[in-house]
């Protein structure tokens, strides 16, 4: 079983509506939660981090933690082309200084 | 305040050769982490420092591979004798230390590096 797991998609949803990411993880002790988007060509880029359980909303952004069954989701309101990407899940494991990434979700909006 | 910078961007050399990428961390960053990235593997974490001292090499995939840190503001990455199976973008990453919750690592731009 791989440590974070996520669909690797294409996720192809309509411009203006909801996209949903999700990610699970298999260490229980993993405290910090991430999420990374990466353009084509790119490097990636932090746009949301959690660390307890509940929502947590930046902008059309939301992700959300569920720690009992070792989950977090993205959600991304209002998607617009500028969202077609990559998009990372990244959790810390039993060292709090390692980061582990998911293989990533290939997000496509659709005009 | 300057992000992680990484050089060069491009490289394209010839098996045998040996290559070696550049990074410079964010100021004040404890850690620093370098990935490979390939469309198979994903984002792969090759070896990470903290305070300039190796914690966990154990993503480096074989002798071939090496990296040191001789001050907080600059590490190498080399690869020697390199091989084409090397070809990847090489991602070099720094972050702060916040105890137990993880700080998010932020990413330099990475080197494309081709072996023919």
């Known amino acids: 079983q791989k440590e974070v797991e996520q669909n690797s998609g294409p996720l192809s949803v309509p411009e203006g509506a909801i996209a949903s990411l999700n990610c699970t993880y298999s260490?229980?002790?993993?405290?910090?939660f991430f999420w990374y988007r990466q353009y084509s060509g790119k490097s990636p880029e932090l746009i949301m981090s959690?660390?307890?359980?509940g929502d947590k909303e930046d902008g059309r952004f939301t992700a959300q933690l569920n720690k009992a069954s070792q989950y977090v989701s993205l959600l991304i309101r209002d998607s617009q082309p500028s969202d077609s990407a990559t998009y990372l899940c990244?959790?810390?494991?039993?060292?709090?200084?390692?980061?582990?990434f998911g293989s990533g979700t290939r997000l496509s909006i659709r005009p | 305040d300057a992000g992680v910078i990484q050089s060069p961007r491009h490289e394209v050399t010839e098996m045998g050769q040996e290559v070696t990428l550049r990074c410079k961390p964010i100021?004040?960053?404890?850690?620093l982490f370098w990935y490979r990235q390939t469309m198979m593997r994903g984002l792969e974490l090759l070896i990470y420092?903290?305070?300039?001292?190796?914690?966990?090499d154990s993503g480096m995939p074989e002798d071939r591979f090496s990296a040191k840190m001789p001050n907080a503001s600059f590490s190498t990455l080399k690869i020697q004798p390199s091989e084409p199976r090397d070809s990847a973008v090489y991602f070099c990453?720094?972050?702060?230390?916040?105890?137990?919750?993880?700080?998010?690592?932020?990413f330099g731009d990475g080197t494309r590096l081709s072996i023919l």
């Open positions: 990453a720094s972050s702060r230390d916040r105890g137990r919750f993880g700080q998010p690592q932020h």
């Open positions: 260490d229980r002790v993993s405290q910090s």
């Open positions: 959690i660390y307890s359980n």
């Open positions: 990244a959790v810390t494991g039993s060292s709090a200084s390692k980061i582990i």
């Open positions: 100021s004040g960053h404890d850690y």
């Open positions: 420092f903290n305070n300039n001292v190796p914690i966990d």
